[in-house]
């Protein structure tokens, strides 16, 4: 198939307004848009086609506010970094839409999966993690194409998460998801809007 320029323009509109989103509407979304949008996960590339992704939706409130209560700590831990202006700053920030969001994922990365047979990732092991972050991502850009944003939880301690959830010893947790309707659409990332970090340019070097 070849793609004409408004399929580009659409891309490419997809990734400039591609945000991570913190405030969530908590209107649910309907389970058969929910169904089409975990779908788009299976077209994914991934290592030696591993598919090593491993994905929790965590639906259970005891779980939830488990996962929230980690959050807090965590994130309270992480303002200690920073000198006492800074921490002002840092606790202003809204970091997470864990409460309002009506759907939680939990990604894992299955780190010794059978499926590939090692192919592609016998000198570069990291390439399975990689390939999780891939299939977040697909994730990612087609909710934004159905009106729906999601948040990347990252203040959270891991081992506290995979003890939370049960899930196997082998498994990674690579995101931590907040995934709904967005109570605003804005292409400005949020540090940027708040004043703690704006965009920079990326770099390209010529060798």
């Known amino acids: 198939m070849e793609f004409s320029s ?3 323009e659409c891309l490419f509109d997809l990734l400039e307004w591609r945000r991570d989103v913190r405030h969530f509407s908590s209107e649910a979304i309907d389970p058969e848009l929910l169904a089409k949008l975990e779908a788009s996960v299976d077209l994914s590339p991934s290592v030696g086609n591993s598919r090593p992704w491993r994905i929790v939706r965590v ?14 700590k965590q994130n309270q831990v992480a303002s200690l970094e920073y000198d006492d202006e800074a921490r002002k700053e840092y606790m ?3 970091l997470a839409g864990l409460i309002d969001a009506p759907v939680h994922l939990a990604f ?9 047979r090692g192919l592609g990732r016998q000198t570069m092991p990291e390439t399975l993690v990689y390939s999780t972050v891939m299939a977040i991502y697909t994730y990612w850009l087609y909710a934004r ?5 999601v948040g990347w939880v990252s203040i959270i301690d891991p081992e506290e998460i ?3 959830l049960e899930v ?32 920079t340019r990326s770099v390209w070097i010529d060798r």
């Open 92 to 94: 202003a920030l809204k």
């Open 108 to 116: 894992f990365t299955e780190l010794d999966p059978a499926e590939g």
């Open 162 to 164: 995979k003890n939370i």
């Open 59 to 72: 639906s259970e409130e005891k779980n939830r506010a488990a996962v929230i209560k980690s959050f807090e």
């Open 168 to 199: 196997d010893e082998s498994w990674q947790l690579t995101a931590y998801l907040c995934v709904g309707y967005p109570k605003m659409h804005d292409d400005t990332p949020e540090l940027h809007r708040a004043g703690w970090q704006e965009d």
């Open 145 to 149: 194409s159905l009106n729906i944003g």
């Open 6 to 8: 408004q399929h580009q």
